[in-house]
């Protein structure tokens, strides 16, 4: 596919559109109940304004940066999402290998089609993987021994969702993987023959980190009866003590939008915290993250490393939630649209958009290096409250 001609993330999304199945397409473009905080993640962003400076000496700029100690060549990384291999056949290994070459990390969800064993067999660097802990605590454990396995240099453990929140359109499209045989799943699948014909040509249509590892789960049916009922309510802090003393790496918490629950966090022992909603597709009605992480900065900004994800669509999104305190940011939906629209040189374009609008904002800011960003550089930055 000829992507010349794209030129920001939504053109990139108009194309997934047309080329993934419905069901998948609405699994990642859609948020909890009447999706405000989905939309509201995005609305957010534009609400903060820029300083314009000029005739500064803006050559010679740099957008590279570091996460947990490691070297990237902007402040993202890929976002833990569920279900990549339906977007595109074998999804995750082609946006870890677009991540890998773009020099930025990718993040491997729990709830992946392809296996952390495969992804890490398609590429040469490590990888970071996502956690969700089942109730079925073995089972956690054995996750987290194949992650260190298979190299994985930093463990990303969710906690916001120890039960799932109802999405409408997951619920109306009958959301399995793989699709089941129904007359409307049939018909939408005969508009998306390119993706029809990738999926014929790989064994990954499943999820390759829970099938065959679980005892009595190896066919849909008894994995999404397994999944329903493996969410682990009783998650709390000290379970992420138990997930510690297991995982002896780089340890990561997504999922912390609010002050007291960011105190707690710090004094984990996590190297880093991702303020985030879950993208708005957990507690409809919370507040956007970019809203949040001012006053979470302020708690424990000298604490602990922030990250932010949710309601990423552009560079200067990057730019002002970096400009807010956050070291970096992750991005899921934006890298999934072009994952949709052509694998991994969709992912590729996207991360290049990414970095093309963060360096140029970055310049029309009077900034040339992304480590000086700061609160200087919006228009009456938000006061925090504490």
Request: proline share 4%; aromatic share 6%.
């Amino acid at each position: 596919m000829n992507l010349d001609k794209v030129t920001d993330i939504y053109d990139l999304q108009r194309i997934a559109r047309r080329r993934v199945p419905r069901m998948f397409y609405d699994y990642c473009d859609s948020g909890a109940w009447t999706e405000s905080t989905y939309r509201d993640n995005t609305d957010a962003f534009e609400r903060i304004k820029l300083r314009q400076r000029v005739a500064r000496k803006i050559d010679n700029r740099s957008v590279a940066t570091t996460m947990i100690g490691h070297d990237i060549s902007m402040p993202v990384a890929l976002s833990p999402v569920g279900m990549t291999g339906m977007q595109h056949p074998d999804g995750e290994i082609h946006a870890a290998r677009a991540a890998e070459k773009f020099g930025v990390p990718f993040t491997l969800s729990t709830m992946s089609i392809c296996s952390m064993e495969e992804v890490a067999k398609a590429t040469t660097k490590p990888f970071w993987f996502q956690l969700y802990v089942m109730r079925d605590r073995g089972f956690a454990a054995d996750l987290i021994a194949r992650a260190k396995a298979a190299g994985c240099s930093a463990l990303v453990l969710t906690l916001d969702l120890q039960i799932l929140a109802q999405r409408h359109k997951d619920v109306k499209n009958g959301l399995s993987a793989p699709p089941k045989p129904t007359f409307a799943n049939i018909v939408n699948l005969a508009t998306k023959p390119a993706w029809c014909l990738g999926m014929a040509g790989t064994k990954n249509r499943s999820f390759g980190n829970i099938v065959g590892h679980v005892k009595g789960v190896e066919d849909m049916t008894s994995l999404s009866d397994w999944t329903n009922s493996q969410f682990d309510p009783t998650l709390d802090w000290e379970s992420v003590e138990w997930i510690k003393e297991r995982w002896d790496g780089k340890l990561i918490l997504k999922g912390v939008n609010d002050v007291e629950d960011a105190k707690i966090a710090a004094r984990t022992g996590a190297d880093a915290i991702i303020v985030s909603n879950h993208g708005g597709r957990q507690l409809d009605g919370a507040a956007a993250t970019i809203d949040m992480l001012p006053p979470i900065v302020d708690a424990v900004g000298d604490q602990i490393e922030l990250h932010l994800d949710s309601g990423i669509r552009s560079g200067q999104d990057i730019f002002k939630a970096i400009a807010l305190g956050a070291k970096s940011t992750f991005v899921g939906r934006a890298f999934i649209y072009g994952l949709g629209a052509a694998g991994e040189a969709g992912v590729t374009k996207a991360l290049e958009l990414l970095h093309k609008e963060l360096d140029l904002t970055m310049a029309l800011s009077g900034e040339t290096d992304i480590r000086n960003v700061g609160h200087h550089n919006l228009l009456e930055p938000p006061v925090s409250k504490g």
